[in-house]
């Protein structure tokens, strides 16, 4: 019965993993005041199963398009840009809201901006797709937004939930898993902050493949682990940490990127968001550390028994996104 139910697990993970993993990122929404009282729109739509999720933006019945949108595809996703009158309501004050049949597959980070510098920031969940636009009303701090947008990716980001599951599966002594998960952090750290500031650029299909290379390289380890011969990662786990973290970096900063970051708070933001992977991160470990806990203490032989499960589906789901990555650049 436990091994059935671990199988059946498992099966439910890669089918969801499959379909998952960096698939959905936030859809994004500008709103810009021009010179001459019209507002340019930017919005950004990812794509849900090899497509545009079909889903619009709603403004006040009193707004016209003065353009039709012009949209261009970047790959995951799609860009629109038209401009808008706004009639007799302005930003300020405005009612915005996200329709269509899909509305609840994402949230949406909709940032506004005056001709006189002034800037708001809000997210549209599905259970709220709507909210007011309010510049003199106590501003929103950028704090919760990025964190918790850094939090859903690294939930939702199941490849660099397996390499994390990988580390923690090969490093057992605790003291040294914590000092190979913070080399990790700093690792990718550095990576995000040099893509996201536009210091170095990184073609994203190549670095998520090579990221999902990393999976593989783990839980061939895992595999192939021998108590008498230590693998690389079991003998230098930070180096290994470090190595991949790196690159693990720069898939972040493109999940950053397909969410943008506000130009007078592009600081704050990328601390806030490396913030939300971190605790996603650190609650992930936890999970796992409690679960094998758990499960050691009902019974030894539980974790002996899923132990091959994990590496194997672990290395198969890895090794179909590595090839999936390669023929998408190929074909792109």
Do not use: C
């Given at each position: 019965?436990?091994?059935?139910?671990?199988?059946?697990?498992?099966?439910?993970?890669?089918?969801?993993?499959?379909?998952?993993?960096?698939?959905?990122?936030?859809?994004?929404?500008?709103?810009?005041?021009?010179?001459?009282?019209?507002?340019?729109?930017?919005?950004?739509?990812?794509?849900?199963?090899?497509?545009?999720?079909?889903?619009?933006?709603?403004?006040?019945?009193?707004?016209?398009?003065?353009?039709?949108?012009?949209?261009?595809?970047?790959?995951?996703?799609?860009?629109?840009?038209?401009?808008?009158?706004?009639?007799?309501?302005?930003?300020?004050?405005?009612?915005?809201?996200?329709?269509?049949?899909?509305?609840?597959?994402?949230?949406?980070?909709?940032?506004?901006?005056?001709?006189?510098?002034?800037?708001?920031?809000?997210?549209?969940?599905?259970?709220?797709?709507a909210t007011t636009i309010l510049f003199d009303a106590e501003p929103k701090t950028l704090l919760w937004d990025y964190i918790i947008i850094g939090i859903e990716h690294i939930l939702i980001g199941f490849d660099h939930l397996l390499f994390v599951l990988c580390l923690v599966l090969i490093v057992r002594d605790r003291w040294t898993l914590i000092k190979t998960i913070t080399a990790f952090t700093l690792a990718h750290s550095v990576t995000l902050g040099i893509a996201t500031l536009g210091w170095m650029e990184v073609p994203g299909p190549p670095v998520e493949a090579v990221i999902a290379l990393s999976i593989i390289f783990l839980a061939r380890e895992l595999a192939l682990r021998n108590e008498h011969t230590p693998g690389l990662t079991e003998r230098y786990p930070w180096l290994v940490a470090i190595t991949f973290g790196l690159l693990h970096g720069f898939g972040f900063a493109g999940a950053l990127a397909d969410v943008g970051l506000p130009g007078d708070q592009i600081p704050i933001a990328l601390l806030n968001f490396n913030i939300g992977v971190e605790l996603g991160q650190l609650a992930f470990v936890v999970v796992i550390i409690a679960v094998t806990s758990i499960t050691a203490k009902i019974s030894p032989k539980i974790n002996q028994a899923a132990?091959?499960?994990?590496?194997?589906a672990t290395g198969i789901i890895a090794s179909f996104w590595c090839v999936e990555r390669i023929a998408g650049f190929w074909s792109a």
């Open positions: 019965m436990i091994r059935r139910l671990i199988l059946h697990t498992l099966a439910l993970f890669f089918v969801v993993g499959t379909l998952a993993a960096h698939e959905m990122q936030p859809a994004f929404l500008q709103l810009k005041e021009t010179p001459e009282g019209s507002i340019d729109i930017t919005w950004k739509v990812p794509f849900y199963k090899g497509r545009p999720l079909p889903i619009v933006p709603v403004f006040p019945e009193s707004w016209e398009n003065l353009s039709e949108p012009n949209t261009t595809p970047l790959g995951n996703a799609t860009l629109s840009r038209w401009r808008i009158k706004p009639g007799d309501q302005s930003i300020d004050g405005a009612k915005v809201g996200i329709d269509g049949p899909r509305s609840r597959l994402t949230d949406v980070l909709v940032r506004s901006s005056l001709i006189d510098g002034r800037s708001q920031t809000n997210i549209l969940r599905p259970e709220s797709p132990f091959k499960p994990v590496v194997y």
